[in-house]
Structure formats: C-alpha cells, structure tokens
C-alpha cells in the first residue's frame, strides 16, 4: 500500500519550487524575499518567471549575504527579530525547512505578515511534530542524535548540526491556521503530508512505516504528519 502520491513526503519537496512559481507568476512583476538562505538561494533568477520585480534573499549573517550571486538583492534581519525597516515591501515570502531553526516560530510568522503587501502570500514548507525522528532531533542531545542522523539516515546527517526547536511546527491544521489567523492573515492553506526516509537503513521498519504513513494518509491522520504546506494570504 502506496502513499497516496499528493500527500506523500517527497512530493512536498519535489513540487514545491512548481507551488512557488505558480504562487508568484500570480503577481504582476513580483517583489520576492526568501528568508534564511544566506549565500544560496533555492532558486536562481532564471529559474523564476520573467515577470517578477525583484528577488531578495534574506539571513542575519552579513558575511552570508555578501557571498550572494549578483542579481539577488539583500534583506539582513533576524526573520524571529527586527523586521521593521522591510515593512510592507514583499508580494512574497517564502521558506524551505527554515521553520524548525527559528527559536520563536511565531514572531517568525508575525513578521513575515509585517513585511508582506497587503494581497501578498506567505509559502512555507516545514517539518512537523510529533513525527518520531523530528522529536528525536528536538529534544535528544545534540551529539547522540548527529550520530543518529549519520547512522540510520546519512544522506540527511549535517556537521555540525543545526540546533532545531520546531517552535510553531505542528502537524494540526486547527493549531497552525488559529495561529495564523490570530497574527492577522485573511486565509491560510495547511497541507499535511506523511512519510519519511529516515529508516532507510532499518529495511523492516522502513516497510512497516511506509504502510502505516499510506494509511494515516488515506484517513487524513494529522497526527502522524511529517512535512506541511502553509499558504498563508495578507
């Protein structure tokens, strides 16, 4: 039994530059920001559609951002900090697996709704608890879940790891829109997806859980969630 392919994890990876593009090519001459990319940018401009106004990059390292290949311009903020001087300026925000790093997901999300343009949207792909491996990386010591990562699912394993508190990463749609709402967004598309690749050296496990994500999936557990779209409009 298969993961129903819309709701399956790696869809949320595979079509999410194809979820962007589409979001942005819905703006006439798009001013773009993705937050925490620092000197590589998930995109490059050409990869955008050609009517957009700008690309800007943010991260709080100023050394990141002077790495950025030209044709990007720069926004220096701590995006859970100050956001104040970039108000208002962007048709879209957007991040990838930046959500389980902020210390403070929500200021994360009451500032981007700040420096968005009134219409302006909001994409975010994030990991979500209470799947087994992210509470794994949240809560057990920094050097035993490295050797963990490095061990069961190497292809995932970064040295040094990245400290990650999943502050406003949940998989219950109910908790993630109210929130959103509450910050002040007129309407907000959560998306679950399930399964994951972290048993990809425990064959047996690896089986078991991918039937048992194909049946949290068919029955919309979102429990059992790994990976989310949030669509978030001002």
């Known amino acids: 039994m298969a993961i129903e392919p819309t709701k399956a994890w790696d869809t949320s990876m595979l079509n999410y530059g194809n979820v962007l593009k589409s979001i942005v090519g819905s703006y006439e001459g798009a001013d773009i920001l993705e937050l925490g990319a ?18 800007t990059v943010n991260d709080i390292s100023e050394d990141e951002l002077a ?7 720069k926004a220096r903020f701590d995006v859970s900090g100050d956001a104040s001087n970039f108000g208002d300026s962007y048709d879209v925000v957007f ?15 009451r500032n981007v709704f700040s420096v968005l343009k009134q219409g302006g949207t ?12 992210f509470v794994v990386n949240k809560y057990m010591p920094e050097q035993l879940s490295s050797w963990v990562l490095k061990t069961f699912a190497p292809r995932r394993s970064i040295n040094p790891k990245v400290p990650a508190p999943y502050s406003a990463c949940y998989s219950n749609p109910k908790i993630m829109t109210d929130m959103l709402k509450g910050i002040g967004y007129s309407k907000v598309d959560f998306q679950n997806f ?13 089986g078991l859980h991918e039937r048992f994500s194909a049946l949290a999936a068919s029955r919309d557990w979102h429990v059992f969630g790994t990976y989310a779209y949030i669509i978030a409009r001002k």
């Open 38 to 55: 620092g000197r590589r940018p998930s995109f490059t401009l050409e990869e955008m559609p050609k009517s957009i106004g700008s690309y």
């Open 67 to 73: 790495l950025l290949p030209p044709g990007y311009r």
């Open 95 to 109: 991040s990838r697996f930046l959500a389980e790093h902020v210390p403070d997901g929500a200021a994360m999300h």
């Open 122 to 133: 909001a994409f975010h792909l994030i990991p979500t608890l209470y799947a087994i491996p």
């Open 194 to 206: 399930y399964g994951h690749f972290y048993y990809e050296k425990l064959p047996v496990i690896k």
